[in-house]
T-cell receptor, first 114, second 112 residues
């Protein structure tokens, strides 16, 4: 079946540090890949997405590249801010008759200190 | 624009009591609807999805059920809550199966 594995957290960084959150996946066919962010006390918001191999999704300074050869979709940001503190979820949506269902990783808690 | 509502925002219920969580979507027609649960320290698990009124698919066997009495209304229910039902419940919608999902603010359920 489909699965998503994220690096374990929590991750604690100082402001302006470089961020990488690893994400690898297992899926049949050609899934679409997503990063969602959950700020404290809120629901999930889509951060970025990529729908085919070698696509790069980007938003708010975050980037992730769909790497089919390594089945990865690592999230990066060059300089984090305190306001980036949140839980980050990697997810995939398989094609075919999956009815758009998302399979999520376990989430990575990011805390950024001033 | 489209919006998604969930209520209540928080709920504390005793073991064995019934449950009803509601999710409604505005500004779109015939959305796909989803219920997810986020247990403490774990990722999100898809519980149910619906592609139309009265059409419910369950992803995992459990103590919960879902219903879709109207096009833009999705209800999560239980007749008797268990301690293990505690968690953060998120409703989501999408235009169709090929598009991104939009999530509601969630309901935090604590079963004591």
């Amino acid at each position: 079946g489909n699965s998503v594995t994220q690096m374990e957290g929590p991750v604690t960084l100082s402001e302006e540090a470089f961020l990488t959150i690893n994400c690898t996946y297992t899926a049949t066919g050609y899934p679409s890949l997503f990063w969602y962010v959950q700020y404290p006390g809120e629901g999930l918001q889509l951060l970025l997405k990529a729908t085919k191999a070698d696509d790069k999704g980007s938003n708010k300074g975050f980037e992730a590249t769909y790497r089919k050869e390594t089945t990865s979709f690592h999230l990066e940001k060059g300089s984090v801010q305190v306001s980036d503190s949140a839980v980050y979820f990697c997810a995939l949506r398989a094609g075919g008759t999956s009815y758009g269902k998302l399979t999520f990783g376990q989430g990575t808690i990011l805390t950024v200190h001033p | 624009s489209q919006t998604i509502h969930q209520w209540p925002a928080t709920l504390v219920q005793p073991v064995g009591s019934p449950l009803s969580l509601e999710c409604t979507v505005e500004g779109t027609s015939n959305p796909n609807l989803y219920w997810y649960r986020q247990a403490a320290g774990r990722g999100l698990q898809l519980l149910f999805y619906s592609v139309g009124i009265g059409q419910i698919s369950s992803e995992v066997p459990q103590n919960l059920s879902a219903s879709r009495p109207q096009d833009r209304q999705f209800i999560l229910s239980s007749k008797k809550l268990l301690l293990s039902d505690s968690g953060f419940y998120l409703c989501a919608w999408s235009v169709d199966t090929g598009n991104e999902q939009f999530f509601g603010p969630g309901t935090r359920l604590t079963v004591l």
